[in-house]
């Protein structure tokens, strides 16, 4: 399968600056991703992502929480915006919400996040701190199919990243979000060749077609 014949329209959830969502659209206006952005969407209205997507002239859609009754009507507003944009793939970065099970179900095995830990270790928000609270020598990066747990889903890719004398939170962050940079619009365009084999907990990466 060649890579235009597997190009698929993804959208991207993102809660802040959208660095990666950066990366992801540069390396797609590259053609090294055969894919589309057909939506950026964001819980916080002021999220530097949305202006990201727009200078690009990518469709953008802002859904907060305060605006619902509770956390369900919420999640599925959010997914009647997936759905409506007709994604194959969705693709957290840096979104700062725990994924609703009812967008998951949806998006069973087309739902990805990325992770600044080597998981299963350090889990959650502060990943890199924790990391660093506990004294580990080598950290990196996890992109992992969502599931219905805090970044407990099948793992995909993970890269290393040393951990150096003197580190601080954000030096370290820095040099992860560098690998993050390479590692998340891979697995996107694994994922569009159709190279992602998933057996219960284990995700293989089948080797290019030609």
């Keep these: 399968m060649s890579r235009a014949e597997s190009k698929i ?4 959830l993102a809660s802040g600056s959208g660095t990666n969502l950066e990366a992801i659209a540069a390396a797609i206006e590259d053609g090294e ?3 589309r952005i057909a939506l950026v969407l964001s819980d916080n209205p002021y999220a530097f992502a949305l202006d990201r997507a727009r200078r690009r002239g990518i469709p953008t859609a802002v859904v907060e929480l305060k605006d619902y009754p509770d956390r369900p009507a919420y999640d599925r507003a959010v997914l009647e915006q997936l759905q409506g944009a007709g994604v194959d793939l969705v693709v957290l ?3 700062m919400k725990l994924v609703g099970p009812e967008i998951v179900e949806a998006f069973r095995g087309r739902i990805m996040n990325i992770h600044p830990a080597l998981l299963p270790s350090f889990p959650g928000e502060h ?3 924790d990391a660093l609270e506990h004294g580990v020598k080598v950290s990196g990066v996890t992109v992992h199919f969502v599931d219905e747990g805090l970044d407990t ?3 995909i890719v ?3 990243v040393p951990v150096e004398e003197g580190d ?3 030096t370290l962050h820095n040099r992860i979000h560098e ?3 390479e590692a998340y619009p891979l697995v996107i365009r694994l994922f569009a060749e159709g190279r992602l084999e998933r057996e219960g907990r284990v995700v293989r990466v089948l080797p290019e077609r030609t």
Aim: hydrophobic share 40%; charged share 25%; net charge negative.
């Design 93 to 95: 970065a840096g979104y």
């Design 153 to 155: 889903g099948p793992i």
């Design 9 to 12: 329209d993804i959208a991207v």
């Design 158 to 160: 993970q890269r290393a």
């Design 127 to 129: 990943g890199v701190r």
């Design 33 to 35: 991703v055969p894919a």
């Design 168 to 170: 601080s939170e954000e």
């Design 179 to 181: 690998v993050e940079y």
